[in-house]
Nanobody, 122 residues
Framework: QVQLVESGGGLAQPGGSLRLSCAAS????????MSWARQAPGKDVEWVSG????????YYADSAKGRFAISRDNAKNTLYLQMSSLKPEDTALYYC???????????????WGQGIQVTVSS
């Protein structure tokens, strides 16, 4: 029943910016911690960032710190990932994911979106 739909991906140049959005529905979005993860071709899934329900407590992978910013608008049931200073190694399929009320990481009962492609190339 959980629905997560990513948007905002595409092609960016190195040093450029993109903002990903994830529209959530069916579940009570404001009650759940959320995450972004990504998977590059031939690579394992990498957790990128997480945010607690209040939108104030955030976590970032080392690769994202200082460049990416996670946020959420609970009134709009939407999760965001603002990506700046993009690098070619940021190229991946990006997923938003539903965690638990207290853990942004999706567990066994977590849910994932379909993913959206981000390509960083000159």
């Amino acid at each position: 029943q959980v629905q997560l739909v990513e948007s905002g991906g595409g092609l960016a140049q190195p040093g450029g910016s993109l903002r990903l959005s994830c529209a959530a529905s069916v579940f009570t979005f404001p009650d759940y911690a959320m995450s972004w993860a990504r998977q590059a071709p031939g690579k394992d899934v990498e957790w990128v960032s997480g945010v607690y329900p209040d939108g104030r407590t955030t976590y970032y992978a080392d690769s994202a710190k200082g460049r990416f910013a996670i946020s959420r608008d609970n009134a709009k049931n939407t999760l965001y990932l603002q990506m700046s200073s993009l690098k070619p190694e940021d190229t991946a399929l990006y997923y938003c994911a539903k965690g638990s009320p207290s853990n942004p990481l999706p567990g066994d009962n977590g849910a994932w979106g379909q993913g959206i492609q981000v390509t960083v190339s000159s």
